[in-house]
């Protein structure tokens, strides 16, 4: 009965680890910079051939990105029309409230600051 306990316990630890690596492999690196009243400065770094912004196809209010380093992107919106792009560091981009999914088909990470101002 006591090794029938242990041999419980050991498999409930394992699958707990193997299922919190699965989690970690679908999460977006990102860092919260400012959240107030006014506006939310969320930094993103994505790894070549991961998702940039969010998981899967997500949803943004109207931003602003900053890209912070080079980058060359996959977009797909919401109609499956996709788009590559490339863009240097330092550039802007306003974009209004849209479906998306963004894949770094860089081969390096790409890092961008996504700025949310909130409404009254």
Same mark, same amino acid.
């Given at each position: %009965?006591?090794?029938? #306990? @242990?041999?419980? @316990?050991?498999?409930?630890?394992?699958?707990?680890?193997? /299922?919190?690596? +699965?989690?970690? %492999?679908?999460?977006?690196?990102?860092?919260? /910079?400012?959240? $107030? !009243?006014? /506006? +939310?400065?969320?930094?993103? #770094?994505? &790894?070549?051939?991961?998702?940039?912004?969010? !998981?899967?196809?997500?949803?943004?209010?109207?931003?602003?990105?900053?890209?912070?380093?080079?980058?060359? @992107?996959?977009?797909? =919106?919401?109609?499956?029309? &996709?788009? $590559?792009?490339? @863009?240097? !560091?330092?550039?802007?981009?306003?974009?209004? !409230?849209?479906?998306?999914? =963004?894949? $770094? $088909?860089?081969?390096?990470?790409?890092? %961008?600051?996504?700025?949310?101002? +909130?409404?009254?």
């Amino acid at each position: %009965m006591k090794q029938l #306990i @242990v041999f419980i @316990v050991c498999f409930f630890i394992y699958s707990f680890s193997v /299922l919190d690596r +699965k989690r970690s %492999m679908f999460r977006i690196p990102y860092r919260l /910079l400012v959240d $107030n !009243a006014q /506006l +939310k400065v969320t930094e993103y #770094i994505s &790894t070549p051939g991961k998702k940039v912004c969010g !998981a899967g196809f997500h949803h943004h209010d109207p931003h602003l990105v900053i890209v912070l380093t080079d980058a060359s @992107v996959s977009l797909t =919106v919401e109609g499956g029309q &996709t788009q $590559n792009i490339s @863009v240097k !560091a330092g550039t802007t981009l306003w974009s209004e !409230a849209e479906t998306h999914m =963004v894949i $770094n $088909n860089s081969e390096k990470p790409v890092k %961008m600051l996504l700025v949310d101002v +909130k409404s009254d």
